[in-house]
């Protein structure tokens, strides 16, 4: 099974940019579908960004079209999702998921947490003046 790490949080001010990297171990993310969550204060765990298997498409809440990406540098194995112009209203604990997907099922994107397998620890972001 993989293990999944985060990291690149840190504190922003706001209108900056961050590049959150998730690395994997114990396996290739090639066989998974990826997806980054966060969770503020008192707030439960809500989608962010997801990313295909075949990691030829991607989903993102409204909340962030237009501002963050998701992408996936298969040299590296490394999932990436970088922030900009950043809101206070992004700061959270930010993690990193990853679900086991059959070559039949590359193309599809999964946003629910109960359908990601995988959970990184997260990494913290503070968008903050």
């Known amino acids: 099974q993989v293990q999944l790490v985060e990291s690149g949080g840190g504190l922003v001010q706001p209108g900056g940019s961050l590049r959150l990297s998730c690395a994997a171990s114990g396996d290739t993310f090639s066989n998974y579908a990826m997806g980054w969550f966060r969770q503020a204060p008192g707030k439960e765990r809500e989608f962010v960004a997801s990313?295909?298997?075949?990691?030829?498409?991607?989903y993102s809440t409204d909340s962030v079209k237009g501002r963050f990406t998701i992408s996936r540098d298969k040299a590296k194995d490394v999932v990436y999702l970088q922030m900009n112009s950043l809101k206070p209203e992004d700061t959270g604990v930010y993690l990193c998921a990853a679900r086991a997907v059959s070559i039949n099922a590359q193309s599809l994107l999964y946003t629910k947490i109960w359908e990601f397998d995988y959970w990184g620890q997260g990494t913290q972001v503070t968008v903050s003046s």
């Open positions: 990313l295909s298997r075949s990691a030829t498409r991607t």
